[in-house]
């Protein structure tokens, strides 16, 4: 019989022994799940038709737009602890550009993300988390 035919019970529990090929596709399957590979775990490898550059330019042009129709939260110390609290995020990622991360100041509780990793939170969301934890969920969504 082959190896991946092959049941084994153990303690009222099959045990099904995958042959060459599926114990492959489960290890990759399982490396994304890994937090010690975070970073080196090939999220967003998939095909894209821009390049890091071209991604972060458009980015970059879409926040001029962002920022002359919307007004940013002038308070340093909300724009800091947003900032600091994403980045914190952002560093236990697979992201592969840095983030800017700014504050608008509206009542509407959301959050968007530009190419390039310009990240806008509504000011609005900021109050509405009950705490740190869920602000940072809140954040990581966005």
Do not use: C
């Not at 920022?67 to 600091?84: F, G, N, S």
């Amino acid at each position: 019989m082959f190896l991946s035919q092959t049941l084994v019970s153990r303690s009222s529990q099959l045990w099904h022994l995958p042959a060459r090929g599926e114990a492959r596709k489960i290890e990759q399957e399982t490396v994304k799940y890994d937090i010690d590979r975070i970073g080196h775990r090939g999220v967003g490898d998939g095909a894209n038709e821009y390049s890091l550059e071209e991604e972060h330019e458009l980015g970059r042009k879409l926040s001029k737009e962002v920022e002359m129709t919307t007004k940013l939260v002038a308070d340093p110390v909300i724009a800091e602890y947003v900032d600091r609290l994403g980045q914190t995020i952002v560093r236990h990622s697979d992201a592969q550009v840095p983030f800017t991360i700014k504050v608008i100041n509206s009542d509407e509780v959301s959050a968007f993300a530009l190419p390039g990793g310009y990240l806008y939170i509504h000011s609005a969301m900021i109050m509405a988390a009950d705490s740190e934890a869920e602000l940072a969920a809140l954040i990581s969504h966005g």
